[in-house]
């Protein structure tokens, strides 16, 4: 198992980021509450598909924890029975959580799905600290930091359902993102520690520098972009349908967010510019500056062209996998090895 631990910890890293798609595209289409409840769905381990599912109808068997909508609200069944030619109110009791009690078929799904791919990214973690055992002797960094994710995907989770039960609450939301981060940085970091390479990059202090501070932007951004979005979302529910006036007043997040977004550019253009200029072999800055001025596009698309379709999602995708890469960037640029 040894031998393949670094392959496991990729795949482990791969499905987290899966889980930010996943995550993503439940953003885009507004799903986050397709699920109502948590871990389950609507009180089954696979969801329904149809409202009729979810309705008191005679003569039907129910079990405990199941909900059917009733009067607009949620009711969780007491106990298991079955339903007689009467609704009888004793077997039933109100879902507390909140009083969000709307049937999506496609909320409801998309929701599951994200919320599948977060299980497998979790079983992947748990394989991945189960087999770093096998470098206790070599590095017990490694053991200690793979279960430390292990605990952080619990605790992920845990905010999931935090966020389900506040009906999105826009700063659990940022943690929740601000959390898979994290997530994405550890698993990184265990990478780099069980498979050393001889650095061929040349130690530079301000190149390293200035490659924290735009990390710390492209976290700072990722925040922003968050707010941005639920300022959109609370558009879409006040009822304007339509995507040419989402943006049409914004809040002043909205102006820091696209004002940071040149600090960001110039941040990562001067490293581009001193990479090459001196010669210190970080070839990972190429694909910041290609992630970035897509980055950019899909941003100006979203303004200019109206929130095409896929394009919150791609958004947030590639600020993923340019905080990855930038957080890499910075192991890499260590002095010491690791």
Same mark, same amino acid.
């Given at each position: 198992m040894k031998k393949h631990f670094t392959s496991i910890a990729k795949t482990a890293l791969i499905l987290v980021y899966l889980v930010i798609v996943a !995550?993503?595209?439940? #953003?885009? +289409?507004g799903s986050?509450?397709?699920?109502?409840?948590? $871990?389950?769905?609507? !009180?089954?381990? @696979? $969801?329904? +598909?149809?409202?009729k599912e979810l309705t008191w109808s005679e003569n039907r068997e129910f079990k405990?924890?199941?909900?059917i909508i009733k009067d607009q609200s949620l009711l969780v069944a007491k106990d298991n029975f079955t339903t007689g030619s009467t609704f009888e109110a004793s077997h039933w009791e109100k879902y507390t959580k909140h009083d969000y009690a709307i049937?999506? $078929? +496609?909320? &409801?799904?998309?929701?599951y799905i994200n919320r599948l791919t977060g299980a497998l990214a979790g079983l992947a973690c748990f394989v991945m600290a189960i087999a770093s055992f096998s470098l206790w002797k070599q590095s017990k960094k490694i053991t200690l930091l793979s279960w430390l994710v292990v605990f952080m995907m619990g605790f992920q989770a845990w905010l999931g359902a935090t966020v389900v039960y506040s009906v999105l609450n826009p700063v659990k @939301? +940022?943690?929740?993102?601000?959390?898979?981060?994290?997530?994405?940085?550890?698993i990184l970091y265990i990478i780099r520690l069980a498979k050393p390479v001889s650095s061929d990059k040349i130690f530079n202090p301000m190149f390293r520098t200035v490659l924290w501070v735009s990390l710390g932007l492209t976290l700072v951004q990722v925040v922003l972009g968050t707010q941005v979005r639920q300022f959109v979302d609370e558009q879409v529910k006040s009822g304007i349908g339509n995507e040419t006036l989402?943006?049409?007043?914004?809040? @002043?997040?909205?102006?820091?967010? #696209? &004002?940071?977004?040149?600090?960001v550019l110039f941040a990562n253009l001067f490293l581009y510019l001193r990479n090459k200029r001196l010669?210190?072999?970080?070839?990972?800055?190429?694909?910041?500056?290609?992630?970035?001025?897509?980055?950019?596009?899909? !941003?100006?698309?979203?303004y200019y062209l109206h929130f095409p379709f896929g394009s919150q999602t791609i958004h947030l995708v590639l600020?993923?996998?340019?905080?990855?890469?930038?957080?890499?960037?910075i192991l890499e640029a260590r002095k010491n090895r690791l």
């Open positions: !995550g993503a595209l439940v #953003r885009m +289409t986050g509450m397709g699920c109502p409840d948590w $871990p389950k769905c609507f !009180g089954y381990y @696979i $969801p329904p +598909t149809d409202v405990k924890g199941q909900v049937f999506n $078929p +496609t909320h &409801t799904w998309t929701e @939301i +940022t943690v929740h993102m601000v959390m898979a981060l994290v997530i994405v940085a550890v989402w943006l049409s007043n914004p809040e @002043i997040s909205f102006y820091f967010h #696209r &004002t940071f977004s040149f600090l010669k210190l072999g970080f070839d990972k800055i190429n694909w910041v500056m290609l992630l970035l001025l897509a980055e950019i596009a899909s !941003g100006i698309a979203m600020a993923s996998i340019l905080f990855g890469i930038q957080f890499y960037m």
